[in-house]
Structures are given as structure tokens and as C-alpha cells.
């Protein structure tokens, strides 16, 4: 079996400990590998199952708001990033599915890395596991307990040996049956 390479990581910004647990994670997986991370922040949050863009905003009014956002994750990031430069930022306006299979598409990123908030979190209105397992490229989701909790849908458990992930330290994420 040939092993897929990767040029870039993939991290959607979340300001919860979960969120920089992950972003630890995939900094550390980054630096280890020698690659870019990409860090995704979206004007419509896809953790928040109810949040939806605001319909009253003119253009105008969502860039600003877009820019101010950039801002405050540039400068969160940056500092957690500390010396290490390979580090994108990239405020997205489209709705979270759709921004994610073009980055992947355009190369952005071939693994994506994700804060498991809790057990029943969802992502992009769906149980965040389920969003793991329909993805179609790799994805860890890091927590809910820990820093150390990983899960890993199929791809990325394929994957977890080249990353450096011993197997004894990751699960595979399950769907629950509802």
C-alpha cells in the first residue's frame, strides 16, 4: 500500500480548551513533519448547532466584522504559535462545508484537526464523529477529556503510523446509534 504524503494541516479555530488542546496538537504534529497549518476560522461558528449568518448585515458590515475576527484569531494563534512562521490564517465566509472541500481541494490542507468539545459536540450541525467519518479526507478530533484523547476516523487511523500516532493511543471514532 502506497502512503499518501501531506504538504499541510488543517485546524478549525475554536476558543475552548478543547480547541487549544488540538491546536497544541496539531502545531506539535506540523513542526514534527515539516509542513504548513492551516488555520481555519469561520464566521458562521460550525460547533454552534442553532448559529446562523446574520441576514440583517450589508456586505460591508460582514467584512468588517470578517476583518475584526481575523484579527483576534491572528493574534491568539500567533502567540501559541511562538517562533514557529508556517503558520496560514484564513477567515472564511462560506458555510463551513462547503469552505472545507474547497481547501482540501486546493491543497489547504490533506489532514484536518478538530477540538472535541464533548462527547455529544456537534460540527457543522451533525455529531461531530459522524462529521469525522463522512469527511472525506483524515481527520483527529483531540479531547474530550484531554489533551492526550484522540480520535481518528479511518483514513487518518491509516495514516497514524507515518504521523508519528502509536496505535495504543488513539480510538476510532464511532457513530452512535440514536
Given at each position: 500500500?502506497?502512503?499518501?504524503?501531506?504538504?499541510?494541516?488543517?485546524?478549525?479555530?475554536?476558543?475552548a480548551?478543547?480547541?487549544?488542546?488540538?491546536?497544541?496538537?496539531?502545531?506539535?504534529?506540523?513542526?514534527?513533519?515539516?509542513?504548513?497549518?492551516?488555520?481555519?476560522?469561520?464566521?458562521?461558528?460550525?460547533?454552534?448547532?442553532?448559529?446562523?449568518?446574520?441576514?440583517?448585515?450589508?456586505?460591508?458590515?460582514?467584512?468588517?466584522?470578517?476583518?475584526?475576527?481575523?484579527?483576534?484569531?491572528r493574534?491568539?494563534?500567533?502567540?501559541?504559535?511562538?517562533?514557529?512562521?508556517?503558520?496560514?490564517?484564513?477567515?472564511?465566509?462560506?458555510d463551513?462545508?462547503?469552505?472545507l472541500?474547497?481547501?482540501l481541494?486546493?491543497?489547504?490542507f490533506?489532514?484536518?484537526?478538530?477540538?472535541?468539545?464533548?462527547?455529544?459536540?456537534?460540527?457543522?450541525?451533525k455529531?461531530i464523529?459522524?462529521?469525522?467519518n463522512?469527511?472525506?479526507?483524515?481527520?483527529?478530533?483531540?479531547?474530550?477529556?484531554?489533551?492526550?484523547?484522540?480520535c481518528?476516523?479511518?483514513?487518518?487511523?491509516l495514516?497514524?503510523?507515518?504521523?508519528?500516532?502509536?496505535n495504543?493511543?488513539?480510538?476510532?471514532?464511532n457513530?452512535?446509534?440514536?
Amino acid at each position: 500500500m502506497a502512503i499518501p504524503t501531506f504538504n499541510a494541516l488543517g485546524f478549525c479555530a475554536h476558543y475552548a480548551k478543547q480547541g487549544d488542546w488540538a491546536f497544541d496538537f496539531a502545531l506539535q504534529l506540523s513542526k514534527r513533519h515539516n509542513v504548513k497549518l492551516n488555520v481555519f476560522h469561520f464566521l458562521q461558528d460550525p460547533y454552534d448547532p442553532n448559529y446562523s449568518k446574520p441576514k440583517h448585515l450589508t456586505r460591508s458590515e460582514i467584512e468588517k466584522m470578517a476583518i475584526a475576527e481575523e484579527k483576534e484569531l491572528r493574534f491568539y494563534y500567533d502567540k501559541r504559535a511562538g517562533e514557529y512562521l508556517n503558520v496560514g490564517f484564513r477567515e472564511c465566509y462560506e458555510d463551513s462545508w462547503t469552505e472545507l472541500h474547497r481547501c482540501l481541494k486546493i491543497s489547504e490542507f490533506q489532514i484536518l484537526i478538530l477540538g472535541y468539545t464533548k462527547t455529544d459536540a456537534v460540527f457543522v450541525r451533525k455529531p461531530i464523529e459522524e462529521f469525522a467519518n463522512d469527511f472525506i479526507s483524515p481527520v483527529i478530533l483531540v479531547g474530550p477529556k484531554n489533551p492526550q484523547q484522540l480520535c481518528l476516523n479511518r483514513q487518518a487511523a491509516l495514516l497514524s503510523f507515518k504521523l508519528g500516532i502509536a496505535n495504543d493511543t488513539y480510538n476510532i471514532c464511532n457513530i452512535k446509534p440514536p
